[in-house]
């Protein structure tokens, strides 16, 4: 039988979800028996325009080449699945979207005619079809490996979408936001990094994105009893899931109610 | 009943007699901000001193000059964890041919000092939800079957604490093998089990002034218990009001987060899943604390039945005050206020209920 | 130290005999168990369910279709919705998969015996009733007149049509099917299936089986009541996530009742309170 085809494409990221894949140690060596890598360029095969199986797109789109470049990734590819939070809803670089990006470009490059660079950036989903997006910032190598597990058999992925405090709670971390009066965003954030942050005693920054039940009203009054300002606040927001609807939603309303 | 008194200076004794019963000996400790049970080291001992201020969403330790170890009320967990732990593997299957297997489970021998007349109360309706029914949960009963109890009768309250309205607290009366009533200089001791007793045999008797005090002070932690819970049974004021716009209310505070069903001692809903090697040759299934507060909890076939927090929440409290009722014989809430100190927004379940109740 | 011993939830191999696509959506599994010695000692009653895993993807509960004559082999019709399914259509004749069970309350059949028996389907769920009209018609003497009605919103919606022609051919026995949106090829009413017990009559010591959305089931309930059918003789196969078939997991509750072990099939006496709640 022939090995389905695994194509990994780069758009405007840092690179940090391929590691997942990357660092998966000897089972990529698995992974290579059971699939060809045909493009990923980070690991050494270039092939762009091949055509596959499964591609795995990092990345926003946030040049002019990127507009076109996904569009032939999508007619090169059966299944499309998008890694990170770039990918997913836009990036951290996303926070452009609301500034005149132009500006910047000029303010930081000394020639900037040499800068391609689109005024937003935006989640692969706003341009093709996506069949799956797996969230997170960076994703993890459990999360790449499920995935990837359940295309081979043939079947979709499981989505990840309860909050972080059940797994939190999986791992009995004492919740930072009882102990600590620390405003953890992990009641709104979704689950897959493996409480990573409060494990630590850290209150969670919401990298992995929107959970499937986002009651920000609730919990911003809640932080707002622990002093915590408007505008921090909205920076929690604002943050490197900024573009996800939910939490631009989160923001509007913070803007609007928060002095009431 | 046989009252035996062991002065502070000389628990270890009853540490060493444990030590022949069990592997492992669990105690409370105070870590990241809240006590928690934590295998106790050859050697090592409880520290002394950690007592809590709980209120609403609010969890903070403090160490006081205290000889007592055991002036905190409850942490976050207690025993489900031990029984039923949060992540498990069922079975296991190999691709070649489909085979399924068990997957064998070394429980050791433990001994859990300073459990709660909650956890105890919370404990008996996990047995009957885990072993009373057609189909007894080997994986649970192997572990149960390992503990050897040692609970502590609550001297104090926290603010949070209701288990006097629920009738669980706060001394402890069953489904222990020994009970401590701690003193300042030392320990009050009873048996609950032929084994409890049979290690208490060698001590000596405890006097009527110890006695008194260990008394006293479960009185002084009765009347430390702010809040309540109705004393009658409140299945006919829930089963009245499942339309009522009171959800809607608890809704709006409610992130749908799930921290309350995992801090609750008797909230026992897990989901499954099958974690499969990456080469595909192997599978495992593995069962992990779920939560009626998630939308995968009412799945079926692309509708999802609770989609709304306040159907959801509904649910919780339904199950835990009325159908518990129906499914165990009592209620399932035993009084901890686990759910309304470990609720990031810090709603109180003893208050939704008087509110229902038009208070 | 002690070491478990063997979990209830362990599931026994069975394999593929046949596979049948039923419609574009809809398949039946045929299965039998490789341990023989296992294989004889399953027993099931109409309305039971298995749990059936498939390999490396997960658990989904699954009613039995075939009569309990039909040992070793064992029928399930399964409709391609989520992950598992999906996953389950793939398979064929010889593949291996696990199944656990029978799990469940199934259908009164003892109840229904020498009394007439009214099975009602709607949408694409019809696969609980399948085994009790399966088990009617093997035993047809057993039982008085069975009428069967289904409501579904295309005619391609429906399931086994050739079936439905086959059983409307047994004795004593009346087909009334409808659809929302008629069809060149639909010979049966056009409308909602309520419209249809205007054109039948009902004997009080009818049994009702229902299965189906529970909108549908409700309606068709309220008919039933108000042509003096008992509550007590009404019966429908509720539907919950399940994800342990033993009462343990929590997901199938249905206010008090666990679907998984006090259902699928519940009494209407026993449920009407709660049918009537959303979101239950």
């Known amino acids: 039988m022939m090995k389905p085809r695994l194509a990994v494409h780069k758009f405007t990221s840092c690179d940090g979800c391929q590691l997942a894949i990357l660092n998966m140690g000897e089972e990529l060596l698995t992974l290579a028996d059971l699939v060809d890598i045909v493009h990923f360029a980070e690991a050494g095969p270039v092939e762009p325009e091949a055509q596959v199986d499964i591609a795995i797109v990092e990345g926003s789109v946030s040049t002019p080449d990127e507009l076109e470049r996904i569009k032939r990734v999508r007619e090169n590819s059966n299944c499309l699945i998008t890694i990170g939070a770039c990918a997913t809803t836009g990036g951290i670089q996303a926070l452009r979207n609301h500034q005149d990006s132009s500006q910047w470009v000029s303010d930081i490059y000394p020639q900037a005619q040499f800068i391609q660079s689109l005024n937003t950036s935006t989640a692969i989903r706003e341009h093709v079809r996506v069949d799956f997006e797996l969230w997170g910032c960076p994703v993890n190598s459990r999360q790449v490996k499920a995935m990837l597990r359940s295309l081979l058999f043939g079947v979709s992925p499981i989505d990840e979408k309860s909050s972080l405090c059940l797994e939190c709670k999986r791992q009995q971390n004492p919740c930072v936001v009882v102990t600590k009066q620390e405003p953890c965003m992990g009641p709104l954030t979704r689950t897959g990094c493996g409480a990573l942050c409060p494990h630590f005693g850290k209150a969670c920054f919401a990298c992995y994105g929107p959970s499937e039940t986002v009651n920000s009203h609730s919990l911003v009054k809640r932080y707002q009893g622990f002093g915590v300002s408007k505008e921090d606040m909205i920076r929690r927001f604002n943050h490197i899931q900024n573009n996800a609807a939910a939490y631009k939603e989160s923001v509007i309303n913070i803007a609007r109610n928060f002095d009431e | ?359 | 130290m002690v070491t478990n011993p063997q979990s209830p939830y362990l599931p026994k191999t069975v394999e593929v005999v046949e596979r049948i696509q039923e419609t574009q959506t809809v398949f039946t599994l045929r299965l039998r168990f490789i341990d023989e010695g296992f294989s004889e000692q399953y027993r099931f009653q109409p309305g039971q369910f298995n749990m059936l895993y498939l390999y490396g993807v997960g658990e989904i509960p699954i009613s039995i279709v075939s009569d309990p004559d039909g040992l070793p082999f064992i029928d399930h019709a399964i409709r391609v919705v989520g992950r598992v399914t999906k996953g389950m259509a793939k398979l064929k004749k010889g593949d291996r998969l696990g199944l656990r069970g029978p799990y469940g309350q199934g259908w009164p059949m003892d109840l229904a015996r020498d009394k007439n028996l009214l099975v009602i389907t709607g949408g694409l769920g019809c696969a609980p009733v399948v085994s009790a009209i399966n088990y009617v018609i093997e035993r047809r003497a057993d039982f008085n007149k069975l009428t069967i009605m289904q409501g579904v919103k295309l005619p391609s919606d429906l399931v086994w049509r050739s079936r439905y022609e086959q059983w409307s051919q047994i004795p004593d026995t009346e087909i009334y099917l409808a659809a929302d949106e008629g069809a060149a090829n639909w010979p049966w009413h056009v409308g909602r299936v309520t419209e249809l017990f205007d054109r039948m009559s009902l004997a009080p010591d009818t049994v009702a089986m229902l299965c189906g959305p529970e909108g549908m089931m409700r309606v068709c309930i309220k008919e039933l009541v108000q042509r003096t059918i008992k509550e007590e003789f009404i019966f429908l196969s509720m539907e919950r996530n399940m994800q342990c078939a033993v009462g343990s997991c929590g997901h199938c509750q249905f206010g008090p009742y666990f679907v998984c072990k006090d259902g699928p099939v519940f009494c209407y006496a026993k449920v009407k309170q709660l049918l009537a709640i959303k979101g239950v």
């Open chain 2, 1 to 359: 009943m046989d009252l035996y008194y062991l002065p502070r200076s000389g628990f270890s004794q009853l540490i060493d007699v444990l030590r022949n019963h069990a592997e492992t000996i669990m105690v409370p400790k105070a870590q990241d901000g809240a006590m928690v049970f934590s295998e106790l080291d050859p050697g090592e001992e409880i520290e002394a001193g950690w007592q809590e201020v709980q209120d609403a969403g609010r969890y903070s330790l403090e160490k006081t000059e205290s000889p007592r170890w055991f002036k905190w009320a409850t942490g976050p967990q207690a025993l489900k964890p031990i029984v039923y732990p949060p992540r498990e593997a069922l079975w296991r299957v190999e691709k070649q041919g489909i085979t399924f297997e068990s997957v064998p489970e070394s429980v050791p021998a433990t001994a859990i000092i300073g459990v709660r007349a909650c956890d105890l109360a919370a404990l008996s309706l996990l047995d009957k939800h885990f072993l009373g029914s057609q189909f007894p949960d080997t994986a649970y009963k192997s572990r149960r079957d390992s503990l050897f109890i040692v609970a502590v009768d609550c001297a104090r309250s926290a603010a949070t604490c209701f288990c006097v309205s629920t009738g669980d607290g706060p001394s402890a009366t069953q489904g222990f093998d020994i009970a401590l009533s701690e003193l300042e200089d030392g320990f009050v001791l009873r048996s609950g089990s032929a084994r409890g007793e049979s290690l208490l045999k060698g001590f000596s008797r405890a006097n009527e002034r110890q006695i008194t005090l260990s008394e006293k002070q479960v009185d002084q932690a009765i009347s430390m218990q702010t809040r309540q819970l109705p004393a009658q049974d409140l299945r006919s004021l829930i089963n009245k009001s499942l339309e009522s716009d009171a959800w809607e209310a608890i809704a709006a505070r409610c992130l749908s987060c799930g921290n309350c069903t995992s801090v609750c001692p008797t909230c026992f809903c897990h989901s499954e899943s099958a974690l499969a090697e990456l080469d595909g040759s192997s599978s495992t299934q593995y069962r992990e604390w779920d939560s009626c507060f998630t939308q995968s909890h009412s799945y079926i076939h692309g509708i999802v039945i609770r989609s709304e927090t306040a159907t959801r929440y509904r649910q919780w409290f339904t199950h835990k005050l009325a159908n518990w009722h129906e499914q165990y014989g009592r209620s399932g809430c035993v009084g901890c206020g686990r759910c309304i100190s470990w609720c990031p927004v810090g709603i109180d379940i003893t208050q939704e209920v008087a509110t229902l109740n038009g208070n």
